[in-house]
């Protein structure tokens, strides 16, 4: 598998999952169902350069993982790779997510979100895995 073509769908794959985020966490959602503002660790998002630019820069990682994944196990089909997202998915951000709304005060529409949005991540470098390394 060439380099080139990983990195291109490293890049693709971290950028439209960034985007993502910005969709499935964005300042809508904590308008409409942010019942606990203490929790939010800048208030009225004072000083939170800095959480935007490295919750930036992780998903990179993510899918960079996920594609050398795929890429090292040879998956290349949609079914394959998404399956692999999926089980990912049901291994860390699902449980992760569900087990810290117990214990912080998240409202149960922003740990769907979360989760949600962990799925779409994956699905979104399953894609690019497919539809660049294939």
């Known amino acids: 598998?060439?380099?080139?073509?990983i990195v291109v769908a490293i890049l693709?794959?971290?950028i439209l999952s960034s985007l993502a985020d910005w969709l499935f966490m964005g300042d809508w959602l904590y308008k409409a169902f942010d019942r606990n503002p203490e929790i939010w660790r800048y208030p009225a998002g004072q000083g939170e350069n800095k959480a935007i630019l490295w919750s930036s820069v992780f998903p990179f990682l993510t899918c960079g993982v996920f594609v050398l994944v795929c890429s090292g196990l040879h998956l290349y089909s949609y079914r394959a790779t998404f399956k692999l997202a999926v089980a990912v998915w049901l291994i860390g951000p699902l449980?992760?997510?569900?087990?810290?709304?117990?214990?912080?005060?998240?409202?149960a529409p922003i740990a769907a979100s979360f989760?949600?949005?962990?799925?779409?991540?994956?699905?979104?470098?399953?894609?690019?895995?497919v539809l660049i390394l294939r």
Do not use: D, E, Q, Y
């Open 95 to 107: 449980p992760l997510t569900i087990v810290n709304a117990l214990w912080i005060k998240l409202s």
């Open 115 to 129: 989760s949600l949005g962990w799925l779409m991540k994956l699905f979104l470098a399953a894609l690019a895995v």
């Open 1 to 5: 598998m060439s380099w080139k073509r």
């Open 12 to 14: 693709a794959s971290g």
